[in-house]
């Protein structure tokens, strides 16, 4: 498949970025049991993502966990030195914040964690995309996205609202890497008509803090938002 024709396809974010529709995955392997090796395979993403490039490719969507990123980043290294690839004609996107697996599962324990089953939720997430700049050996990502909202078990906490805290702080920390400029977005957010991203951040921030005094049917209702 040639991309060239349908990186033109866009969409505008609220501060002028355009993100394309049409993205290049970067995660490779079985995890779903189709077969007997289950885990991902980044080895393959040297060919793929070569190919990938190759055929137009310009914007890759790719995760912590995924294993691939010093790789997709080693590739379009190659293509920025060369020059025929400038930063500006990339989107890249990456996920944090994956849950452990389950043990039959090959993904790295380095790179998923519970949200209860570390010190420091912010830190961790920190410290994440400090690594995953590295492996891409670039400054800032295009999209920073949190890749899975919760555990595949319940929380070892006995506060009831503990997930619904934890993702808020994973959040909040997102939006400080974006104000950064570690991501030119964070969550989506600009994506959405309406208010301003830290307009919307204020004002869900100020739900939660509300929900706190809530009864459950209300904080209910807030977490399925």
């Known amino acids: 498949m040639n991309a060239e024709s349908n990186n ?7 501060n002028g970025v355009e993100m394309p529709t049409l993205a290049f995955g970067c995660a490779f392997g079985d995890w779903v049991g189709a077969t007997e090796f289950q885990g991902f395979l980044p080895e393959q993403a040297w060919r ?15 995760a912590h966990v995924y294993g691939t990123e ?23 996107t990456t996920k944090l914040a994956h849950p452990a697996t389950p043990p039959h599962i ?23 995309m400090a690594d995953t ?21 319940q929380p070892a906490s006995d506060d009831p609202d503990f997930p619904r805290k934890a993702r808020a702080t994973i959040w909040r920390t997102m939006c400080e890497l974006a104000d950064k400029g570690a991501a030119s977005q964070s969550l989506r957010l600009a994506a959405e008509g309406g208010p301003s991203p830290s307009e919307r951040r204020a004002e869900w921030l100020r739900r939660i803090d509300a929900a706190d005094g809530a009864d459950e049917g ?7 938002r």
């Not at 999209?143 to 595949?152: I, K, N, V, Y």
């Not at 209300?218 to 399925?224: F, H, Q, T, V």
């Open 8 to 14: 033109a396809q866009t969409v505008t974010l609220r």
């Open 48 to 62: 793929a993502v070569f190919l990938a490039l190759n055929n137009g490719y310009r914007a890759f969507d790719g």
């Open 70 to 92: 010093r790789i997709v980043g080693t590739l379009i290294g190659q293509r920025l030195a060369s020059g025929e690839l400038t930063r500006d004609d990339l989107f890249i």
């Open 106 to 128: 090959n993904i790295s324990h380095r790179r998923t964690w519970d949200f209860d089953t570390v010190d420091d939720i912010a830190q961790k997430v920190r410290d994440d």
């Open 133 to 153: 700049l590295d492996d891409l050996g670039l400054g800032y990502v295009d999209l920073l996205l949190m890749h899975w909202p919760g555990g595949f078990g």
């Open 218 to 224: 209300a904080r209910r209702a807030l977490r399925s």
